[in-house]
């Protein structure tokens, strides 16, 4: 009997898909990727709209939405619920050996092996942070290990180095940038300064005395490119080991980046489209139409269904996502979802309502950026999300609030809970109790170095 296939999840932590040459950035910062996937395909419109980390990878590896993993919070209070099976059980299940590496987490449940590499968050007096070497230096000799073996694998990486703090190492860090940001007239990291919950945070990576916003943009970008430097090591490898064409390699990301976008400041919360669009791009050499894109939307949601159908494993799992073989296939199954629910509780707690046109915003709690309450964006005349439209637009903004409530009533009646955003409310914010005012929370929140931001990111709240 033939082996089944091999499977590479790649997932990318605050991974900004518009800042890929992959999808068009005029930066050349994903080349070894482009390459690679170049061989596969590529979805242009996958939204992650459950932000941020936690019900990102929980979505991921279970192809439910919120409301099926029950979690929508960075601070998971009961993990992903016991009769929802994740994509590691399952692929154990059918004779995989399952590895994850850099994610002991709470909803990366089911993995047979989990290895950490090497600390390299950094800081400015630590020095560069050389986070895809540290990864290589544990997932190469993983690999080689899994390759040995008779039996089929999932290897799951989750690179950071994107997540701030952005801190390439050399030649990466002057690569998009060659200004001088130390320029005394340059006031473009004043409100980012000026902000209290995370100016200690940003001192503690950012150059002392720099000025300028594009520079640490720039570091970003250098990030990537970094990152990507060493996928192609990864990628190297696979060839190598005569695993290139037994493997299946999927890349994408639990959600995005805002940078210094929508006063979010080097971070990934608010429920604006640079944190809610991520990469999806799948290879499978020889069994994928090469250099196919498509421009459907789809959600993190599929990644499982998706990933499930290219396996070949049979299963009775009904998936809340779908697998995107039926769109690459066209076989007449693929059923766009144009229209979501989408929710944050990470520094605010906040849902909405996402369609082609609009996107509609509601705050469930005053957050410490001091936004209004209701919030209403036309897509298709402010793509950037720039002009709050809500009062001029009452009744669409009650159109798409009817939207949205309908939707959650109907996801409550099929999973049998409250929603999430609602019931996680006593744990999302760390502090207990939910904030009665924008000043509580300006006052109360606060992130201070690198140390807070990595803790922030382990297994549970501890």
């Not at 994850?100 to 989990?114: D, M, S, T």
């Not at 076989?331 to 929710?343: H, L, R, W």
Request: net charge negative; aromatic share 12%; glycine share 6%.
């Amino acid at each position: 009997m033939k082996k089944k296939p091999n499977l590479l999840l790649i997932g990318v932590d605050s991974l900004r898909r518009d800042r890929m040459s992959l999808y068009g950035y005029n930066r050349l910062t994903t080349p070894h990727i482009d390459k690679f996937f170049s061989d596969g395909v590529v979805f242009e419109k996958c939204f992650s709209p459950s932000i941020p980390t936690s019900p990102g990878y929980a979505s991921m590896f279970t192809g439910m939405d919120c409301f099926g993993t029950d979690i929508v919070a960075l601070r998971v209070k009961n993990g992903i619920p016991d009769d929802v099976k994740t994509l590691p059980e399952l692929l154990g299940e059918n004779g995989y050996t399952t590895s994850c590496i850099g994610f002991n987490h709470i909803v990366a449940r089911g993995f047979e092996n989990y290895l950490e590499y090497p600390d390299s968050w950094g800081s400015w007096d630590a020095g560069r942070s050389h986070k895809a070497e540290s990864m290589n230096s544990v997932a190469i000799p993983e690999l080689e290990r899994l390759a040995k073996e008779d039996k089929p694998f999932f290897l799951f990486l989750r690179h950071m180095d994107p997540h701030s703090p952005y801190l390439p190492p050399e030649p990466f860090d002057r690569m998009f940038y060659q200004g001088d940001e130390f320029d005394k007239e340059n006031k473009s990291l004043e409100a980012c300064y000026k902000f209290k919950p995370f100016r200690d945070y940003f001192c503690s990576w950012f150059p002392p005395y720099c000025t300028d916003a594009e520079y640490i943009n720039a570091q970003y970008d250098g990030a990537l490119a970094y990152m990507d430097s060493c996928l192609a090591q990864l990628f190297q490898k696979l060839e190598a080991l005569g695993l290139d064409e037994d493997t299946i390699v999927v890349l994408t990301s639990d959600h995005g980046e805002t940078l210094n976008d929508h006063e979010c400041y080097y971070d990934h919360h608010g429920l604006y489209d640079c944190t809610l669009v991520v990469p999806f791009a799948i290879r499978f050499k020889g069994k994928l139409p090469e250099g196919k894109r498509f421009a459907e939307f789809c959600q993190i949601k599929d990644v499982m269904p998706t990933i499930v159908e290219l396996l070949g494993i049979k299963n009775n799992i009904k998936f809340d996502g779908q697998s995107m073989m039926n769109l690459v296939n066209n076989n007449g199954k693929f059923s766009e979802e144009p229209e979501m629910y989408i929710t944050e509780a990470t520094w605010m707690r906040k849902h909405g309502w996402r369609t082609p046109e609009w996107k509609l915003i509601r705050a469930l709690e005053p957050d410490f950026h001091f936004k209004p309450e209701v919030e209403l964006y036309n897509l298709i005349k402010d793509p950037g999300e720039n002009n709050n439209v809500a009062k001029e637009n009452p009744e669409i903004v009650a159109c798409l609030t009817k939207r949205l409530e309908k939707h959650i009533k109907k996801r409550e009646k099929k999973t049998k809970r409250t929603a999430p955003i609602y019931t996680n409310a006593d744990t999302w914010n760390g502090v207990g109790k939910a904030f009665e005012s924008s000043e509580e929370a300006y006052s109360t929140m606060h992130i201070g170095n690198p140390e807070d931001a990595r803790k922030l990111q382990i297994k549970d709240d501890e």
